[in-house]
């Protein structure tokens, strides 16, 4: 109970500080506004961007897997020139989806902020 209360008071004076600041610089109410729209957009943002991420390295994992089975059913029918690509090709789409999936965790953060930029830039 007193840990709920002592959240509500944290809270309280970060919101009446930050209207006591907007006031000071004669800040807008649109600007601040806008603000708490960034502050509460931003984390769903993230959240979207964050999915889009997950789904196309599973999208890139599949399609590794996929092309394993290929190559398994062409040797063993008796193509025995793929035998490299069977253990190449798992080893480079492992690599490149890994590579990928590091890329768009790192990218998330900055997508959002462009979004939400892009979206303000037009109000």
């Known amino acids: 109970m007193g840990k709920n209360i002592c959240v509500f008071i944290l809270a309280f004076c970060f ?3 930050s209207v006591a600041y907007a006031a000071e ?6 600007s601040a506004k ?3 729209q960034k502050v ?5 943002k993230v ?3 964050s999915a889009k991420v997950v789904a196309d390295t599973g999208k890139k994992s599949v399609e590794v897997v996929t092309n394993e089975v290929k190559r398994t059913a062409e040797v063993t029918s008796g193509d025995v020139a793929k035998t490299k690509e069977l253990v190449v090709e798992p080893l480079q789409g492992t690599a490149e989806t890994t590579v990928k999936a590091v890329e768009g965790t790192v990218k998330v ?3 959002a902020a462009k979004e939400e930029t892009a979206e303000t830039a037009a109000q």
Do not use: C, F, M, R
């Not at 610089?25 to 649109?30: L, M, R």
């Not at 509460?40 to 769903?44: L, V």
């Open 15 to 17: 919101i009446l500080g």
């Open 25 to 30: 610089q004669g800040t807008s109410d649109k």
């Open 34 to 36: 806008n603000l708490w």
């Open 40 to 44: 509460i957009k931003y984390p769903a």
């Open 47 to 49: 959240t979207d961007e």
């Open 109 to 111: 953060p900055v997508e």
